[in-house]
């Protein structure tokens, strides 16, 4: 990665430094001293505050009739204060009043029934009557505080996408867009296969109800629809936000939403196009889920992410949106989760996470919320201030991040994360992988499973590899490197540029993709890059139809491996080395203990002819019947290397596997050789997460996720942000039980 200045494409309304606050909602408090509060969060280091989304009602508590004045006073004490708002539009929770007027805006529910009131996100966001109201009030609200000088950006709606639409309108206006993109039906019978079951249409009266689609072309097209309503949604805001605050002689505020990424209608990338900034919501169990090295069995947290790997994964998936820094508009304040979910943090863990978010992007670290509510399905949610409202615990830790903020100012705002290895990610792959999955969900929260982490269990084994090998990620989605329906493809299109810029490339469980995309996967491999392959990528084409080839399709030339079949695996099977070195390179190491878990594919080393090919097998399985077939392969293809994993590897196995393809890569090419001593001598609780700020500065983030205290060993001279004191090259740092040290370098020696 340069090192260089980097050109900066910084959002309007976002100042030099990291915003750092909470949302607030003195509408909800029993005591509404809303002087006291500002008063607190600035002398707690807060300079941003994000209001208003959640209470249409309270905007508009009868139809047509606006109480708009009621947040003025937050508006004056934050500018008073010299502190900022980010004003949300209230469209994501419908008031009764508008439900009672027009029960037929309900959302459908896959059965044909209405959505019970009572809830959030209960309705038809393509309803004429729902669209109607929603402009009115947005235009009034933000019409109302769009010039006051507090107001630095706009968030429209609130985490999207939250469930799939079947009214009668939303399938109508699905099957005007299968009409207008096959023209008839024969088109559609022939690209579906819907000679199956007898579904071939005879007219397009005869395309059935989504509720009762069993069939997997339907619903990658059906999936893709609906998120295509939330991206309109999304733009059709922006758009009224902006043309109210340019009315207002207003251009210097920036327009964003909030995404929840495991919602089924979003698509992450999409959605984002049309909006100045990224923003999403980081929420994660605390206290030994966070420890380094991993406890070996966590209860489950339902929704949000479990691990240190898996929040930093997340905050990689932030910063690919737009492949640039981002806001975290929501993430923990206190134990979060619901009733049965109580993990408040250790001391000083508030402050590594928001410095690990920091580290890969965010410029904005936003509480949810300020305060415990007193009601409501939330109460259980604790703010900064717990119900009795005094500053506690949480309010201390917080306030120590908001000190660490100011003192750091503008060198870590903006950073360009550094990434050692690129990681793809495909939604198409997510969606057909939820209709599809290659194992049967379980427990408590098998719905969450079902629908949407089928995929992200598989793309989570190589981030967790990396993030446990000690290098760091840049995500890549499959539509930035390829041109897809949607919009034109970003700025990574060059496989060779990609290449020289990351000459790793993890692709898990790329499991349906178009021909273009296998191709320039192929050519990122001939260019010079390394590519890793998981299973189940290559299967299917981008209507999630298997391939008629020999799997992996059109890379099982490139790699020299194919298969025919797959398997579940009962338990985990025992992985070993195999029995010749390869030529060249360095073999793989498997720690002690190493399996393949999950999912098996039958790999042979034969290409696509079924000839005998060059690959060589680095590990095979200790296994009656699957010890025929190799585990792990590689072969050098063009100016690169293609590996592939026919298993999902166990985490331990999976840092190996990155490791060794990081090594490989660096015996290739010396001048990535750098990327060693990642830890900086420290112990594996240790991890070092590098930046570049806009002037080219470089920036280190040595975390210790420990009760254990750590040492490391800088490799230059350093100034440490938080205390103003230089550490010369080879001098050492410690680091307390859940600490970390935010050290920028003084010279032009590059330190990885």
């Known amino acids: 990665m340069s090192n260089g200045p980097q050109a900066s494409n910084t959002p309007p309304g976002l100042p030099e430094h990291v915003l750092f606050g909470a949302a607030y909602y003195p509408e909800y408090s029993p005591d509404r001293s809303v002087g006291t509060d500002l008063d607190l969060m600035a002398e707690a280091g807060m ?34 204060r010299n502190m900022s708002v980010i004003l949300g539009t209230p469209t994501y929770a419908v008031p009764l009043w508008l439900a009672r007027k027009h029960p037929d805006i309900a959302a459908e529910q896959p059965d044909g029934r209405r959505q019970p009131w009572g809830g959030r996100q209960d309705m038809d966001l393509t309803h004429p009557a729902y669209r109607f109201h929603a402009e009115r009030v947005i235009r009034a609200v933000v019409g109302r ?8 950006g706009y968030q429209v709606d609130n985490e999207p996408g939250l469930r799939l639409l079947h009214n009668p309108g939303v399938v109508e206006a699905f099957t005007e867009e299968l009409r207008k993109t096959y023209g008839d039906v024969g088109t559609i019978n022939e690209a579906w296969g819907l000679a199956h079951w007898s579904h071939a249409l005879s007219d397009w009266d005869d395309l059935w109800a989504p509720h009762g689609n069993l069939h997997p072309q339907y619903d990658q097209a059906w999936r893709a629809f609906q998120t295509r309503l939330v991206n309109d949604f ?36 999409a959605v984002n196009r049309p909006l100045d900034v990224a923003g999403g919501n980081p929420y994660y169990p605390m206290q030994d889920h966070l420890a380094l090295p991993a406890p070996a069995e966590l209860p489950d947290t339902a929704w949000m992410v479990t691990g240190t790997w898996n929040l930093v994964h997340l905050a990689d998936r932030m910063y690919a949106s737009k492949q640039a820094p981002f806001l975290v508009t929501e993430t923990n304040a206190g134990a979060t989760g619901d009733s049965s979910v109580n993990l408040p943090a250790w001391d000083g863990q508030w402050r590594q996470v928001a410095w690990a978010l920091v580290a890969r992007g965010a410029r904005m670290i936003e509480y949810w919320q300020w305060h415990s509510m007193h009601t409501g399905i939330e109460m259980h949610y604790a703010g900064v201030l717990p119900h009795d409202l005094r500053p506690g615990r949480v309010y201390e830790e917080v306030a120590r991040i908001g000190t660490e903020l100011k003192r750091a100012g503008a060198s870590v705002a903006d950073l360009r994360p550094d990434a050692d290895v690129g990681l793809m990610y495909s939604v198409p792959s997510k969606w057909a992988l939820a209709f599809q999955p290659p194992w049967t969900p379980s427990g408590p929260y098998s719905f969450f499973a079902r629908v949407e982490r089928a995929y992200d269990r598989m793309v989570g084994t190589w981030a967790r590899g990396a993030f446990d090998a000690a290098v760091s990620t840049r995500i890549i989605h499959e539509r930035q490197v390829v041109l897809d329906g949607d919009g034109p493809a970003e700025n990574l299109a060059d496989p060779a540029a990609l290449a020289r810029e990351l000459p790793v490339l993890l692709v898990p469980a790329l499991y349906a993709a178009s021909d273009l995309l296998l191709d320039w996967l192929t050519a990122y491999a001939e260019t010079g890059g390394h590519l890793v392959i998981g299973v189940r990528t290559g299967y299917a084409d981008e209507f999630a139809r298997a391939r008629p080839d020999v799997k992996p399709g059109r890379l099982s030339a490139a790699a020299g491996v194919s298969y025919q079949e797959s398997s579940n695996l009962a338990s985990p099977v025992p992985l070993r080395r195999a029995a010749t070195e390869p030529i060249g390179i360095p073999a793989l190491e498997l720690p002690e203990g190493a399996t393949g878990k999950a999912w098996i594919d039958c790999l042979k080393v034969l290409d696509a002819d079924g000839e005998q090919s060059a690959a060589e097998v680095l590990a095979s399985y200790q296994h009656p019947h699957f010890g025929k077939f190799p585990a792990v392969t590689t072969r050098a293809y063009g100016e690169g290397r293609i590996t592939v994993a ?56 040595v975390h210790n996720w420990s009760w254990e205290p750590a040492k490391v060993t800088v490799p230059a001279t350093m100034r440490d942000l938080l205390s103003s004191r230089t550490h010369a090259g080879a001098d050492h740092v410690d680091l307390g039980p859940w600490d970390v040290h935010v050290l920028a370098e003084t010279g032009d020696a590059e330190s990885r």
């Open 646 to 701: 026919g298993t999902e590897p166990d985490a331990a196995t999976g840092a190996a596997l990155v490791d060794w393809a990081v090594r490989v890569s660096g015996a290739a090419r010396p001048e990535r050789a750098a990327i060693a001593v990642r830890r900086w001598g420290g112990p594996e609780s240790v991890r070092v997460s590098s930046a570049s700020a806009q002037d080219g500065t470089r920036i280190h983030v």
């Open 145 to 152: 505080y769009a010039s006051h000088p507090a107001l630095i």
């Open 47 to 80: 300079n941003v505050v994000r209001v208003g989304e959640s209470v249409w009602s309270t905007w508009e508590p009868e139809d047509g009739r606006f109480e708009l004045d009621w947040l003025q006073e937050v508006f004056d004490g934050c500018q008073a």
């Open 234 to 269: 999304i733009a059709w805001q922006a758009g009224i936000v902006r043309d109210v605050a340019s009315a207002a002689g207003r251009d210097d505020q920036f327009v964003m939403t909030c995404v929840a990424y495991d919602v089924p209608a979003v698509d992450e990338v």
